[in-house]
């Protein structure tokens, strides 16, 4: 049997968005494993049948929240776009906003870091985390070839093994392990520092 999808429009994304964020919700606080349809559902204040109807699988779902996670929970208040002409100001604004992030809002790192565990095992999700790693790969190659062209940033770098070397700085900051204090004050300082051009 062919299950239905919800027609597009302004009350379908409505609830659509309304759902994303129960499941968020729910996923935080159950963790990926223990978030629930039906919980979900209800927290939504819908039907097990009604959330079929628009996400058909839970892979649909955590696919939306795991867009939701990044897009609206992480990204969306660093106001990047404010900075995009220059990488290296956007650089610096991601990089002090997650950490900000991290210590006020943990919950959704914490789902992420799940995230990235449970795609070693998930496919649905290894594709998932991938898109979206593949995407702040190039986002942040981007900003660093333009530092260059600008002169701001090293000629001698090979700006996507920085960019990835940036990558695991970021996820291992936000995962926040125990450090000692004042480890991480100059974060964004020192990273200047290193790629900053000799000229």
Do not use: C, N
């Amino acid at each position: 049997m062919t299950v239905k999808r919800a027609k597009p429009g302004p009350r379908s994304l409505e609830r659509q968005e309304r759902l994303v964020a129960a499941g968020y919700r729910a996923m935080v606080r159950s963790g990926l494993a223990g978030a629930r349809t039906r919980d979900i559902a209800a927290e939504a204040g819908i039907t097990v049948a009604t959330l079929h109807y628009y996400f058909p699988t839970k892979d649909d779902l955590v696919r939306a929240v795991l867009e939701h996670t990044i897009r609206e929970r992480m990204l969306a208040p660093l106001r990047l776009d404010a900075d995009w002409e220059d990488g290296l100001a956007a650089l610096r604004t991601m990089l002090a906003g997650l950490q900000r992030q991290a210590e006020a809002e943990p919950g959704h790192f914490r789902l992420l870091h799940e995230m990235v565990w449970t795609s070693h095992e998930d496919p649905v999700i290894h594709d998932m985390i991938a898109e979206t790693h593949t995407d702040w790969h190039q986002t942040i190659t981007g900003w660093l070839e333009a530092g260059r062209r600008e002169g701001r940033v090293r000629g001698d770098l090979d700006t996507r093994t920085v960019a990835t070397m940036i990558m695991y700085i970021v996820m291992g900051m936000v995962m926040r392990p125990p450090l000692p204090a004042g480890a991480g004050a100059h974060l964004s300082d020192e990273l200047d520092r290193l790629l900053a051009s000799f000229d």
